[in-house]
């Protein structure tokens, strides 16, 4: 029987087809798989620089690429005749020598651009690689014949010119390389294309590196997976190498952390990587992410990923708020009240009146938050000698008691109602659970297993407790906790590092974004200020690296003289959009307070434009193909009432002011195409000039 390897441009070629002509090919395929007498057979091409290269005839003047070793065929591409003749003669496969994947050239391309580089070579004595050794340069990988048309290269605009043309294990240590790296560096660069690591490299064997290029290569092994993949879109299937790599691991013996910039994957390898555990059938896969709304998408993306109804039951997708609901309430018998916002206020405002209005609301909520069930901390004593990292304004004995007693009234306040905040509630979750053999854990009935894996995204946002609770959701074990998170993107007060919680977890990083145009990217640093984040890992993650794959516009920043002008530019703006082919569904208007969320919907509503709008929060974790930001102006981002006075406390001042600044970055980081932002009056200060 012969096994079929699909690249990722096959389903994209078929979609390109009229219907009979995608039905028809799918049809030749799925009898090529099942091996049957109608199956198409490989025919030879004359002249091609590669003798396993042949095409299969798959229907009316469509023709795929393979590439066969002994019962292994590639199939490359899927097109018209002619076209499918000349890729076969153009291009020739090899298998990289330092890191055993496949690789695709554009030979023909190369040898036409050899003449040009010699040319320029000619004109000056400058070499771009004259640093580098051949043995080095061989030892990275970089294929022999490539070697003589390096050291041809004078500028780096010489090299950009190439990158086209080279498989990305050449160009990715030949950039570290001519951006003057040393071969260390280079060697990190080419890791990023590792999938499948290996021990020894057999550079006949096709076939083996097939198996270690996921991202250019799935076998497909019966017709079901074959519908599958090309009913599914490219990330359900082709992970990128790092990703792959960090989803599919059989075994972390820690709990693992990966950060990384907005659209870098991180959400999709916690996918795969519930997925896989659930595969592997050890236990039940708790898939934890911020919000309910968040939740369902990825719910829906789990759908799409997991073809089997008995594995995909394994993984439970929900927000850690619902568990600690679930959990209290199971325990308890009745669900839990929790107590709503105005009247939290009203008791804190009280609290501060009662301790002599020494300190503000504000303040004592931060201190209860950020200090008290940031430690779980429950008697005056544990405060009075705990450490108040992340606050800046000393409490002396005196001044600790008073604020004890400021707490505790709202505390006791709340217990004489029944009522709780959210961290109460995952305190509570997590006191309960140390109690229980995990039948609390379980929706359907008691005495069931606990949950085996539990995999965290948006993890920035989660509060100590809420880590506490998690901590003692999944019994410690190799692959327990798998965690994803940003500390750029943090929107709320939370800035823990996790091995302050006892979860000493391996860490990760990823840095390529596959979402957002590099324009979109680079304007977003900048307002984002560049510096680094700190929180969920020891020490601070730096935004250095952080690249996107494609370019694309730049985004709009548009000064209206008043608001009601800003309204009417949106609606001229997403009409533009709509005209341009972009349905309804793929944009999303966000904007920082209620009152400007229901004035745009307004607009729009008369306007009968149906796109999605909400808050800035709302948008965490969503990604649309354009997004409109109105209300961006001072005096509304950052929102003046969220920030602490700096006379009260300088550090929390400032940390609000990062808070803001990450959630318009966050919100900005959600295009994959276009983005717009608008204002009257003075624009943000956070944005760039
Ligand atoms: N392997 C892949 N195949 C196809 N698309 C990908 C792949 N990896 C990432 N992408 C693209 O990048 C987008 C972002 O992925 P994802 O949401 O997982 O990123 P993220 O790092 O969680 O982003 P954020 O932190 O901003 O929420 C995906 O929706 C998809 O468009």
């Known amino acids: 029987m012969p096994r079929l390897a699909i690249a990722p441009d096959v389903p994209r070629d078929l979609d390109a087809l009229d219907r009979s002509a995608r039905r028809d090919a799918i049809v030749a395929l799925r009898r090529f798989l099942l091996n049957t007498a109608s199956a198409p057979h490989p025919e030879r091409v004359r002249n091609t620089r590669d003798p396993r290269v042949a095409t299969l005839r798959l229907a009316d003047r469509l023709r795929g690429v393979v590439v066969r070793q002994r019962d292994v065929y590639w199939l490359l591409t899927a097109l018209p005749d002619a076209e499918a003749w000349s890729f076969a003669q153009r291009h020739r496969f090899t298998v990289n020598t330092a890191i055993g994947v496949a690789e695709v050239w554009d030979a023909e391309a190369l ?204 993984i439970e997708v929900g927000n850690v708020d619902r568990l600690a609901h679930r959990i209290v309430a199971e325990a308890e018998g009745r669900p839990p009240l929790l107590v709503g916002g105005p009247d939290l206020a009203a008791l804190w405002q009280e609290a501060a009146h009662i301790t002599g209005d020494e300190h503000s609301p504000a303040f004592l909520l931060r201190e209860w938050e950020q200090v008290i069930l940031a430690q779980n901390l429950c008697t005056v004593q544990e405060y009075l000698a705990a450490a108040r990292n992340g606050r800046s304004v000393e409490l002396d004995h005196e001044q600790r008691t008073a604020v004890w007693k400021a707490i505790e009234y709202v505390t006791e306040r709340l217990r004489a109602s029944g009522r709780r905040t959210l961290l109460q ?68 007060d939370t800035r823990v590092a996790l091995s302050t919680l006892g979860i000493k977890a391996e860490t990760h990083h990823l840095t390529i974004s596959h979402r957002l145009p590099q324009e979109i990217l680079s304007w977003g640093i ?17 935004l250095f690296g952080f690249r996107s794959t494609h370019p694309g516009a730049r985004p709009a920043v548009r000064e209206y003289a008043s608001p009601e002008a800003e309204l009417a530019g949106l609606v001229n703006h997403l009409r533009e959009w709509i005209n341009d082919g972009v349905p309804a569904e793929e944009i999303a208007v966000a904007a920082r307070t209620g009152e400007i969320v229901r004035g745009a919907k307004a607009a729009l509503a008369e306007a009968r434009l149906a796109v999605r709008v909400s808050t800035l929060h709302g948008l965490k974790g969503l990604e649309f193909r354009r997004v409109a930001l109105v209300g961006i102006a001072e005096g509304v981002v950052p929102a003046p009432e969220t920030l602490t006075p700096a006379s009260e406390d300088p550090t929390a001042r400032a940390h609000d002011v990062q808070r803001e600044r990450g959630l318009l970055y966050m919100a900005c980081m959600r295009a994959t195409e276009r983005l717009y932002l608008s204002y009257s009056g003075r624009a943000s200060p956070f944005l760039p000039p």
């Open 111 to 314: 040898d036409r651009v050899e003449p040009a580089l010699r040319r320029s070579a000619g004109s000056t004595g400058a070499r771009l690689f004259a640093h580098v050794c051949d043995s080095d340069l061989l030892g990275l990988g970089i294929d022999a014949r490539l070697v003589p048309l390096v050291r041809l290269i004078t500028t780096d605009a010489n090299l950009e010119a190439l990158e086209p043309l080279l498989p990305e294990s050449q160009y990715a240590p030949l950039l570290v390389l001519g951006q003057g790296g040393s071969v260390a560096e280079a060697w990190r660069a080419l890791d990023t294309r590792v999938a499948v690591p290996v021990t020894s490299v057999d550079v006949t064997d096709l076939p083996a590196a097939l198996e270690r290029t996921p991202d250019r290569a799935v076998f497909v092994p019966d017709p079901g997976t074959l519908d599958r993949i090309l009913a599914t879109p490219h990330w359900a299937t082709f992970l990128y190498p790092t990703q792959h790599r960090l989803a599919h691991r059989e075994l972390y013996e820690s709990p693992v952390l990966v950060t990384g910039g907005a659209g870098t994957g991180k959400t999709l390898v916690a996918l795969h990587r519930a997925r896989h555990l659930a595969h592997g059938g050890a236990g039940r896969v708790l898939f934890l992410t911020f919000s309910q709304n968040v939740a369902g998408d990825a719910s829906a993306k789990l759908d799409v990923l997991v073809d089997d109804p008995e594995v995909r039951a394994r």
């Open 425 to 492: 509630l995952a305190a509570e979750a997590s006191t309960l659970l140390g109690r229980t053999t995990g039948d609390l854990l379980d929706d359907e009935g008691p005495a069931r297993e606990p949950y085996r894996h539990i995999v965290v995204d948006e993890a920035q946002d989660l509060h100590p407790a809420q880590w506490r609770l998690l901590r003692a959701a999944v019994p410690p074990a190799g692959n327990d906790l798998f965690i994803v998170g940003d500390p750029h993107q943090r929107v709320f």
């Open 526 to 542: 900048r307002l984002r200020g560049g510096n680094a984040a700190d929180g969920l890992v020891d020490g601070v993650v730096h």
